[in-house]
């Protein structure tokens, strides 16, 4: 029965793309192909991916059957062949979705984590985030359409897929930090990568063909300079909305460079004057006044350029020095504009990180914090300080395993995982559209 069983999935996938080939869309043939290698690699997850995609492939087959049982009809032809043809292949379709979640078909794909659950929630919400933006963008908002017209869909699948896998290893690591690092700090060379092509002349490489600085400042400043463009405010507010200060620790294109040049400096983290973690605050007031200011007096738009790459500039300065020297986010903590916004919103968000009972200020916790969130005075409160960005450090490097995050209505262990998902969720998804 296993057997059968595979035989359909696969036989299901190979009539879908023969059926997308015929229809010219290259992009859903290749993307059939994929899963039959998904069914080959018998990880833990494909059920939850290739049930619902066969279902859904059955949906598509009933349709495309009915309307040429229409026309056929309309045009006064042999229809019931044809019906038979396509109730055959809607059956199989099923069957092979059905398979996925049967006994036999749960056994059969045994390799990798025991997370499915999370790791369907994690590819479901990535595909159907690209596939909603993909087709309410008024350009071709991913990579690969811009190169290959129609292959939208083989780089949702793989983004999809890359979700599942990465919150796979996040929910099984045993400490979630390096892995963080690796990831954050791949995006932000995809990120970056993709605008110095763009600047080399590749211009399918920018989101719309006009080149923006990478400065995250101009998420408030840029909008209030131009009179409008609020589309990353809102992004950016949103994400706040879902995973509170999460952005900066995971997302930001610019703090993986902030984190890196902090861990490959001072071993153990450098308290810092208290007062310096409120520069941020000063500059996010220079930066609105500025912006308001350029736009009350007409500055024009290389005046205002100009001034932007010169606070960026001065921001790299800034985690190149003090922050190799003190072990310690300098740029990210006290200098960022955008940091102390998402640091204050951020408390919209329902998301906490608490440390239990017990603690005995071992401090290992503090020492993996590079955003000085983690003082004596905060442990004793049983909370980070301000300027916690939930990246989850201390949680894997708590030898008691007493700090976790914290969600209204869910255990610490269930927080964790639905927190993952959604990070995890966003970063593939960034991934696929953050471009200059």
């Known amino acids: 029965m296993t057997a059968l069983g595979i035989v359909l999935q696969a036989l299901a996938l190979l009539l879908f793309a023969a059926h997308a080939l ?38 598509a087959f009933a349709i495309a059957g009915r309307d040429m049982i229409l ?27 059905f398979f996925s979640f049967s006994k036999r078909g749960m056994a059969f794909y045994s390799r990798g984590p025991s997370c499915l659950r999370e ?89 719309t063909g006009a080149l923006h600085l990478p400065v995250p400042a101009l998420i408030v400043g840029g909008p209030l300079y131009r009179g409008g463009g609020f589309f990353m405010p809102i992004l950016y507010l949103a994400t706040v909305l879902l995973v509170g200060p999460g952005w900066c620790a995971h997302l930001c294109y610019i703090g993986a460079a902030d984190a890196l040049c902090a861990r490959h400096g001072r071993a153990i983290p450098k308290r ?19 912006a308001v200011g350029f736009r009350a007096f007409g500055v024009d738009t290389a005046t205002a350029v100009w ?9 790299l300065g800034v985690m190149v020095v003090a922050s190799r020297r003190t072990g310690v986010m300098v740029h990210c903590t006290t200098f960022c504009p955008i940091g102390i916004v998402g640091n204050v919103l951020g408390k919209l968000s329902p998301w906490r990180i608490r440390i239990a009972p017990g603690c005995d200020g071992c401090g290992r916790c503090s020492r993996a914090c590079r955003s000085l969130a983690l003082s004596p005075e905060d442990l004793s409160r049983g909370r980070p300080g301000l300027s916690c ?48």
Do not use: N
């Open 22 to 59: 015929r229809s010219g869309s290259t992009g859903l043939t290749a993307s059939a192909l994929v899963l039959l290698g998904l069914i080959a690699s018998r990880r833990r997850l494909t059920p939850g991916i290739l049930g619902p995609a066969l279902a859904g492939i059955a949906v």
């Open 71 to 97: 026309f056929r009809l309309a045009a006064d032809l042999p229809w019931v062949r044809l019906a038979g043809i396509m109730a055959a292949v809607t059956v199989v379709c099923l069957a092979g979705a």
């Open 119 to 207: 790791q369907t929630a994690a590819f479901w919400l990535t595909a159907g985030l690209l596939t909603l933006t993909r087709a309410k963008a008024p350009f071709s908002v991913l990579l690969i359409d811009r190169f290959f017209p129609g292959w939208g869909p083989l780089e949702i699948l793989v983004l999809g897929l890359y979700a599942a896998w990465l919150t796979g290893r996040m929910l099984t690591a045993p400490d979630t930090a390096p892995l963080r690092a690796r990831y954050w700090a791949a995006f932000s060379l995809i990120f970056f990568g993709q605008l110095a092509l763009g600047l080399l002349g590749v211009t399918a490489c920018l989101m």
């Open 272 to 290: 810092l004057p208290q007062k310096w973690r409120f520069w941020r605050v000063g500059t996010l007031f220079l930066t609105i006044g500025l």
């Open 307 to 315: 001034t932007a790459a010169v606070f960026g500039i001065f921001g």
């Open 389 to 436: 960005t939930l990246c989850g450090d201390c949680m894997g490097a708590c030898p008691g395993g007493r700090i976790g995050l914290r969600f209204p209505g869910l255990s610490p262990a269930s927080a964790r995982k639905f927190f993952f998902v959604l990070v995890v969720t966003l970063h593939a998804v960034f991934l696929g559209v953050a471009r200059m």
